[in-house]
């Protein structure tokens, strides 16, 4: 299973500013906009939000019927889009785990990377004021809007290259 962790800079051992990277409810975004909750809606939602771990729709259906074995794929993929729609949740790849999966987290408080372990499939999610300066300079130099930033790195974590000999 993956897991999110949330690495700033300064935990990594760098200087800088306290990057912490948080998630709003979707649960009172979607009924702030008016959206209709369904009991199967707000599980799905409830399980994205408090998910330690980016979800795949498989993952998300799995875990959902074992709470109301009545939820079906079309209710995932529905309400995958509805948060989509509303730009409430991001969608991954993390193509270094596992080909052509697609990942989704609650939108966050800013940008950041995810480091994605080939050995035991940990995501660390990474935010950076180097990060924030990077993007900035992308626009400057570009005369660009950057409206959306994908970073995803694959290699492998402390533990994992440790027990494996890989560095």
């Known amino acids: 299973m993956a897991v999110a962790l949330i690495a700033t800079e300064s935990q990594l051992g760098r200087s800088g500013n306290d990057r912490t990277i948080t998630r709003p409810s979707l649960l009172k975004e979607l009924m702030a906009r008016g959206v209709r909750m369904t009991s199967q809606r707000r599980l799905l939602v409830g399980i994205m939000q408090d998910s330690p771990s980016h979800l ?72 950076s004021p180097a990060f924030e300066h990077l993007k900035k300079e992308m626009a400057k130099q570009g005369d660009f809007q950057i409206r959306v930033v994908r970073l995803e790195v694959g290699g492998y974590c402390k533990t994992c290259a440790q027990r494996g000999g890989r560095q």
């Open 56 to 127: 795949d729709a498989a993952k998300l259906l799995a875990i959902a019927r074992q709470r109301d074995p009545r939820v079906d794929r079309a209710t995932v993929y529905r309400t995958i889009a509805l948060l989509k729609g509303r730009g409430l949740i991001d969608e991954l790849d993390l193509m270094h785990l596992e080909g052509e999966k697609h990942y989704y987290e609650a939108k966050t408080s800013q940008d950041h990377c995810h480091m994605a372990c080939f050995g035991c499939g940990a995501i660390i999610e990474y935010a």
